[in-house]
């Protein structure tokens, strides 16, 4: 809207009643439309980019990524509106196992398998899951207000993305960083898949300890080892005790005959085995469990695997025990085991079991042919970018995190017996078993010419194209302008959790392929827990959907509510009541801009108006609000900005401001209207500007209603911190004013004085100027009818005495209220409070209570004191002066 200095405005009607459903929708659609999603700005600022992490095409959004998405959203609009050339990435990740798992769940309902359906069918359904989940993930994103950009949206299995991975794999291929073999992996029968470390969740289950004993062979002597496994033993090919142990010296070197079968094991030594643990011997079980299968590579031990893929014992056990499961086998193990008298007890133990992340099957240890990532090169790099201060974490404390992973690194595994993701561009010749690894497919094997070539039939894990993700949605491994432009990233939002999988990969990525780390800044953000301190999770069924939230108090509540609960290093705890925080704001910037657009009616825009006290002081507090911000969100202190917002425009633009410029709008005369109403919009546009990232709709849809604003909010200036406007002077006699009001409204609460009633004042005052330079103010502000500024110190009759930071105001109760009620009002209360104090003081006299309550309790009850304290000095202040 195009406006001219001194024309007649109209009022503008906002709806009467803030309901974000009616406005929401449209302003994005409009947004969308406009490009303004796309980066602008100065090509000579250095660019702002964020990639989003990638939603698994899975399911919905859940309030975790409603977090994440609503950090990313505020950073990435602050720096457009700071005319950074900004770019936020969208995309989602084919989630290999998840999403499989998902497609599996629906065959199984129909009563089949992936296997009747075939590979190439099988991949075809997943495709219309993952469409399915990707279109509703979009519109969910889309519906919380997110300025991704659009134009720039990737997919992990898209056709560019899958270009990067194979190229990346065969790179690390030639450069010696990858190699497949046969070693122990963390398998999951229910997936049928190998998992690395980092997919295996560790929980402390309750399980049983199982002492059994091994006969040496050609004797009557046994030697009694302890196992969470019994079953295991039929894998056994050794038993190991450490050097140290004098129990077992005579031993070593020894053979045993193996429980429940006809083969014979030695006796080794190893300083791995823990004299401690049970009865200082271990049963050597080298495809099962990782510790054994170091020892065996240390001894040259047979490695016996006697389990199937599915999780059933395999061809190398016993025949009875053939077919069964791990936990079938386990009780026939055991029932034999008594029946040949080699068991000799059980205790109760409680210890880490690890399971599958997507379907929580136990894990078993297990023997299989992989690829494998060599790691420690990788993570050497990532380990020194860190050290030399090319990333940052926010907060410090997860470095030590970061740390401590890439030094006990282990190689990744990273192949996947599933069918859906980026299969592995490996081909073996069936003719003379060639090798080939490729970045096309080959048609025939370079060393024989044989056409008879094999793909392997596995794929990569998922986080092997997630950890490309910043650079390869920019076009690597082609030079791209995107890549040129926006490449490295400025910061990465992500959750704690993730760190492993994906942050500290993404680094080692960026810096192997393109020599640069792809980000500088790493902040983590809290995690959401609910108001009992609980996780979400679907089992508590605790969890909260976003977009009910949305639905209920609109997007701009979701978004600031978690900004202003989110503080570095802290969990999050909240109720779905608790983005009233969010609606409730909204509403009141609602009701403020409301209440100013309506009283445009008539009035004219002043040119370069004159500023009195009151506008100079809110120029100021907003001038400081938008340093406080600036300096907030640029270290990530969510928190802080939301909470600065929030005090500005509520406390200061609100309560103060636009309740001292009534005064003017209803006794002014017209040039005094509308210089008011002209800084009143200028203040409100900037004060729109300021919330814009916290709130966007709201404040959008506002912005588009000032008669003083053209284009498009988000496209804005965002207010600069400038020492013009800076007026300390002014800030501290307004705080004088606004003291003296607060001492008065609060006395007038206490007494229950009607806000309508007017009451009579006088004031001594250090610095009288202050206050009657502000007299109308103080009287409109207060409900006054009668103030008398003054220089005296003696207490009038019939008044009661206020006590302020360099003044003492003087309320004449006599003429206000009636004294008689006043005094048996107050009398009740300081009975009350007497007694409450008295209980408070005697808890805090109680040295059991004192040793045994959480610090934070018995500070809170010596607040509790000290305010009851307060409140009843005051309260026989009060009597003492209406008593006299």
Known sequence: MVFIWGSVMKAVELEKSYDPKHFEDRIYALLREKQAFEPAGDPK?????????????????????????????????????????????????????????????????????????????????????????????????????????????????????????????????????????????????????????????????????????????????????????????????????????ERYRDVVGKMVDLPLTDRKIPVIADRAVDIAFGTGVLKVTPAHAPEDWDIAGRHDLPVINILNPDGTLNDAVPEKYRGLTVESARDAVLADLKAGDFYVSEEDIVHAVGHCYRCDSVIEPFLSEQWFVRMHPLADKALAAWRNGEI???????????????TTIRDWCISRQIWWGHRIPAWTCKKCAKLIVSRTDP??????????????????????????????????????????????????????????????????????????????????????????????????????????????????????????????????LLNKDTFKIGGKFANKIWNASRYILMNLEGRNLVENPALVPADIWIYSRLNRAAQAVNDALLSYRYNDAAQTVYEYFWNDFCDWYVEATKLSLKNGEDPEKDRVTTILLSVLSESLRLLHPFLPFITEEIYQQLPTTDGLLILAPYPDYTSARENPAVEEEFAYIQDLIRIIRTFRSESTIAPEKKI??????????????????????????DLKITGTRTRPAGSIGLIGTGFEAFIFVTESVDKDFLIKKFTKELERDDVFTASVAKKLRNEQFLTNAPPELVEGEKQKLAAALKRTETLRNYLADMQQ
């Open 392 to 406: 940052t974490f926010y907060p410090r404390k997860w470095e030590h995190t970061y740390e401590h992973w890439l």
């Open 443 to 572: 048609e025939i094997c370079p060393q024989c010419g044989s056409s008879e070539l094999s793909q392997d039939p596995d794929v990569l894990d998922t986080w092997f194209s997630s950890w490309l993700w910043p650079f390869s949605t920019l076009g690597w491994p082609d030079q791209t302008t995107d890549l040129e432009q926006f490449y490295p990233t400025t910061t990465l939002i992500t959750a704690y959790d993730i760190i492993f999988f994906w942050v500290s990969r993404m680094i080692m990525a960026g810096l192997e392929f393109t020599g640069k780390t792809p980000f500088r800044d790493i902040y983590i953000h809290s995690l959401i827990r609910d108001e009992k301190g609980r996780k979400m999770s679907k089992s508590l069924g605790n969890g909260i959907d976003p977009l009910d939230v949305v639905n209920e108090y609109g997007a701009d509540a979701l978004k600031f509510t978690l900004a202003f609960l989110c503080a570095q290093g802290q969990d999050i």
């Open 760 to 785: 009579k004042v006088q004031i001594r005052a250090d610095r009288p100027e202050c206050f009657s330079g502000q007299r109308d103010l103080i009287q409109s502000l207060a409900s006054i009818n």
């Open 45 to 245: 600022k250095p660019p702002f980019v964020i990639v989003i992490p990638p939603p698994n095409v899975t399911g919905v959004l859940h309030l975790g990524h409603g977090l994440v998405i609503s950090l990313i959203d505020i950073a990435i609009r602050f720096h457009r509106m700071k005319g950074e050339p900004t770019l936020w990435v969208p995309g989602t990740d084919h989630a290999g196992i998840a999403t499989q798992h998902v497609v599996e769940k629906r065959l199984k309902a129909q009563g089949q398998t992936r296997h009747d359906l075939g590979r190439e069918r099988f991949i075809a359904e997943t495709w219309k899951i993952k469409e399915e989940h990707h279109r509703i993930i979009s519109e969910q994103i889309a519906k919380t207000g997110s300025s991704v950009d659009w134009s720039r949206e990737r997919f992990t299995m898209d056709e560019g993305l899958s270009r990067a991975v194979r190229d990346v794999f065969v790179t690390l291929y030639e450069r010696d960083l990858l190699y497949k073999g046969n070693y122990l992996v963390n398998w999951c029968p229910s997936c049928s898949t190998a998992l690395s470390d980092d997919e295996v969740e560790h929980t402390e289950t309750n399980g049983k300890l199982y002492h059994i004993r091994y006969r040496l062979s050609g004797t009557e002597r046994y030697v009694e080892i302890a196992t969470t496994r019994p079953e295991t033993l039929l894998g056994d090919t050794a038993l190991a005790v450490n050097p140290d142990d």
